[in-house]
Every structure is written in C-alpha cells, then in structure tokens.
C-alpha cells in the first residue's frame, strides 16, 4: 500500500500523544470538538462506518477509510484499531494532504 507516510504520520501525531484511538474515544473527541480528522479502517465492520460517517458529517469533521484494523494499530505501536481521532490541526492537515496526494 501506499499509505506508509500517511502511517508515519499518524505513528507520529501517536508519540506527541495528539491521537486517541477506539470507537468511544474517537467518538468522543468529535462530539466535544477536540478531534479535527477521523480515520477508520477499511475493514472496519460497516455499522462501524455508517456510525462514524454520520456523526462526522454532523459534526462536519474530514473522515477517511484507509489501510486495516492491523495496520492502522501498528501504526500507533497498538494492537488492532478500527477508528481513530487526530486531535491536532497541522497533524490533521498534513494526514489530509498525503491522503488527497495518492
């Protein structure tokens, strides 16, 4: 796959500790307003995709499915993660960046 800096980006955005990861603390870091982009693993189960899908577009945050559940934690040094929140905007900017890049 393509997204090895998309990856980077997000292990990196993990050890400033600007991320949290799993389906309660992304969907809490959206609802108060802390998150700035969610990502969901593509092999995330599809309740779990239409879940965030509306609640990002209510909340009117980017969303964007890449990669896998393993990849995605790998990525953060976790075990599987099928969601995550960036909560920080130059890291959410610079994800958004690479993504649109591919």
Do not use: W
């Not at 995709?49 to 990669?67: A, E, G, H, T, W």
């Not at 790998?74 to 690479?98: C, P, T, Y």
Request: aromatic letters at 8%.
């Amino acid at each position: 796959m393509k997204n090895n800096k998309v990856l980077s980006l997000i292990g990196l955005a993990t050890k400033a500790g600007k991320t949290v990861s799993g389906e309660f603390s992304t969907e809490k870091s959206v609802k108060t307003g802390k998150g700035f982009l969610v990502l969901v693993a593509d092999d995330a189960s599809e309740n779990t995709k239409k879940k965030f899908r509306n609640m990002c577009d209510y909340y009117q945050v980017p969303i964007y499915f890449l990669s896998d559940k393993e990849e995605l934690g790998r990525a953060m040094g976790k075990e599987f993660r099928a969601s995550l929140a960036v909560q920080d905007m130059n890291f959410a900017k610079a994800i958004m960046k690479e993504i649109d890049r591919q």
